[in-house]
């Protein structure tokens, strides 16, 4: 059943059917053809998945992030990082990273965050930056992953629910794996930029006087991520309560320090977070059907039976996890392979003697990662069609750069430190 399970979902993927539909439908024969389980067992598991308090944190933060984008925090946010980085060779591609590790604490999507400096970035990249369009598009593209690290990280959100660990842990773990990519990232930047002659984005470093001044006008918004730290570090409040919290700070930044926030904004925040929401709560919905089926039928005890047969050594297993993590992020689309896939290999793992809470920075991390690759990878079709490049100039030009997150991924086995140094010192 299991084979005729993932033989539908993969005739589904590949039909075009949207990802939520097939997860759904691929559950099908348990519910309607085997007669164990009732179809109306399918209603229930769907209504079950969106009554969770932890859950809550999603809407929360979807609509803080679309908030502070409208009171043009991200104009101020981009005028500070260019003046951190934009002097480095690879200019504006030093620029995108950096950006992307401030508005990780913002956005909380990687495909989110791509996407919007696809737009306010790129096309300065290719006409001013030297760039190339596959270049800037790569850059623009893994940049993106570390938005999927930092806090209030939604892959991390929608890891800690669905395999029940501590989504602050998670938040805090997320902090210094977020700041190793950006200086792994960064480093690459340089590398490529050196040997391809892009020239910087200004002539000369900023005096302190302008990096300040420009700190100053980006301090409400750099402070986000800080709240959530000193939040959950004193006990002020849980994820779900920190999402709300920020709602409430995002309006008070919008119309009493800012006030750029207007009715007609809030109005396309609220709308912009309606969609957002309804693609990630049907997601979730049809997730909780395929689990619930997979589970019947023992798919994750049949896939640690698998796992255990071919070695023991658990250094190994997490490579094989990891890699069939990685396969599986080139089809699914990232939130759905966090909650149909987690909650299948993370038992192995823990078995295996290893931390959930750095298992889920590696696992979504990698999920993430997978969005680079076709022939689903969301996010690179979501920079590649902004920018117009083909698929293969996209993958040709991303060598450098899948070798640097290859070397991050090293680094973040070998040494779970990196993940669990703060959540172990503040928790």
Do not use: C
């Amino acid at each position: 059943m299991l084979l005729l399970i993932a033989g539908l979902f993969a005739l589904f993927l590949f039909s075009g059917m949207p990802v939520a539909f097939a997860l759904a439908l691929a559950a099908f024969p348990v519910f309607v053809l085997t007669g164990t389980m009732p179809p109306t067992v399918a209603i229930q598991k769907m209504v079950n998945a969106t009554q969770s308090f932890p859950l809550l944190a999603v809407p929360f933060f979807i609509f803080a992030g679309n908030l502070m984008n409208a009171t043009g925090i991200t104009e101020k946010l981009i005028k500070f990082a260019r003046l951190l980085t934009g002097w480095l060779a690879g200019g504006l591609g030093q620029v995108s990273v950096v950006l992307s590790l401030i508005m990780g604490g913002i956005s909380g999507s990687a495909v989110a965050d791509a996407a919007m400096e696809a737009r306010l970035l790129g096309p300065g990249m290719i006409e001013k930056g030297g760039y190339s369009k596959p270049a800037a598009a790569v850059v623009l593209a893994f940049g993106a992953i570390i938005t999927a690290t930092i806090p209030p990280s939604i892959g991390l959100i929608l890891f800690g629910f669905i395999n029940e660990v501590s989504i602050g842990r998670l938040f805090l773990a997320g902090i210094l794996p977020g700041i190793l990519l950006t200086v792994i990232l960064m480093l690459t930047v340089w590398i490529v930029a050196k040997r391809n002659g892009y020239e910087p984005d200004l002539a000369k470093p900023p005096s302190f006087r302008e990096l300040w001044a420009s700190f100053l006008e980006s301090i409400w918004a750099l402070a986000f991520p800080i709240i959530l730290i000193v939040g959950f570090r004193f006990g002020f409040f849980t994820a779900t309560e920190a999402g709300a919290f920020l709602v409430f700070y995002a309006l008070f930044i919008g119309f009493f320090v800012y006030r750029e926030l207007t009715f007609a904004k809030l109005y396309e925040a609220m709308k912009h977070t309606a969609t957002d929401l309804g693609m990630v709560m049907l997601l979730i919905m049809m997730a909780a059907v395929l689990g619930y089926a997979v589970t019947i039928e023992q798919g994750p005890q049949q896939i640690a039976t698998l796992l255990t047969t071919l070695t023991s050594e658990p250094l190994l297993i997490l490579t094989l996890v990891l890699l069939f993590l990685l396969v599986s992020g080139m089809f699914l689309e990232g939130a759905a392979n966090i909650l149909l896939v987690t909650p299948i290999v993370l038992p192995v793992l823990i078995n295996a003697g290893f931390d959930p809470v750095h298992m889920g920075i590696l696992m979504v991390t990698l999920i993430n990662i997978g969005g680079l690759t076709p022939p689903v990878g969301v996010i690179m079709f979501t920079v590649a069609g902004i920018l117009d490049v083909k698929t293969g100039a996209f993958t040709r030009a991303s060598i450098p750069y899948f070798l640097a997150i290859l070397v991050f991924l090293i680094i973040l086995v070998a040494f779970p430190a990196v993940s669990l140094f703060v959540p172990g010192r503040l928790m």
